[in-house]
């Protein structure tokens, strides 16, 4: 059976892009396969805190969890759901491979060039991060690892170093697909980019400080409405779907279409020619508040007991795997 891995960081509440543009999909994605494959869900939370944490790291985690579910996460004999620092294999194997990485290849990596751009002194996590991610994904062999484009160089990393490992050990790890193979089995040809509300030329990030630029899952419905109302156009005085051109008003149509699961054509033949951006607004406000509200009802019923259930049996689990998998690779340098 193969397996299929992904997780989100927990670092702070999701925003609106998260939830479209991955927490939705990858949960569409773990319910379609979770007949035929393993499907592990995991919260990194040692990832986290390679920066700033906003609130309690252990209780951003738990929500995290509560979101998968009130996303719809269908959980079944092969859906796992942990967290990685309850899992001590992931550091284990990362300190292994640390010593079959190079620094050449690590500081490569465009996700540490940019987190350390500007800091006088930046964390070695921030450096090391992607070995660790190669760990969390070579421990479970895990093939499908459905991720944000920002994340397929260290998926390419994770390759190498299991391609490394095996030419001088043995078959000791699966190679994880390629990205080109990753991205159709994302179906992400075209990924979603939901843009920042005020600066549209952005993509909208949940560690944007102004709070206007993006709606977060914990909004209160009335609050995001308003934030679609005051969001960023442009003066073309036409609905036209042009993301170079009119940025803000193609977000708007993009995130109608999103939130009322319609066609993003349907939604653009719907509006074409229209010139009242106002109205637009609204609509889209109604349809965003309604999303909210839905969603938060659902997460509402979430309980900390079922999050809690679920991890009791997840951990046991990739404990099982993943020591299973260390035991080799410690095997493989004599440390047993
Ligand atoms: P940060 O500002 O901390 O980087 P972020 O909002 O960019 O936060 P990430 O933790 O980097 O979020 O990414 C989590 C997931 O959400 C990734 O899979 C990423 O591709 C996806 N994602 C992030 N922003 C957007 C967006 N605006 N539209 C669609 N998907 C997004
Ligand atoms: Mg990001």
Known sequence: ????????????????????????????????????????IFVPDLHSIISEVDGNLRDNTLRTLKYWLAAGLEVNENVHIYRQSYVPAHSELCWILNCVATMGETSRM??????SKGQESCNVGIFDYPILMAADILLYDAEFIPLGEDQFQHIELARDLAMRFNKRFGEIFVVPAKTADQVKFMGMENALRIRDLTNPEKKMSKSTAAENSKIMLDDEPAQAAKKIMGATTDSEGVIRFDMVKQPGVSNLLTIEAMVTNTPL?????????????????????????????????RLNEVTDEQVLALLDEGERYANEVANKKLFEAQKAFNLR
């Open 1 to 40: 059976m193969r397996t299929i891995l992904t997780g989100i960081r927990s670092n702070s509440v999701l925003t609106l892009g998260n939830y479209l543009g991955a927490l939705l999909p990858m949960v569409r994605l773990a319910n379609q396969h979770s007949a035929d494959s393993r499907v592990n």
């Open 110 to 115: 465009i996700q540490y060039k940019e987190k």
């Open 265 to 297: 054509q349907d939604v653009i033949s719907t509006w074409a020619g229209e010139t009242r951006y106002g109205e637009l607004k609204k609509k889209v406000a109604s349809s965003v508040s309604q999303m909210l509200e839905l969603f938060q009802a």
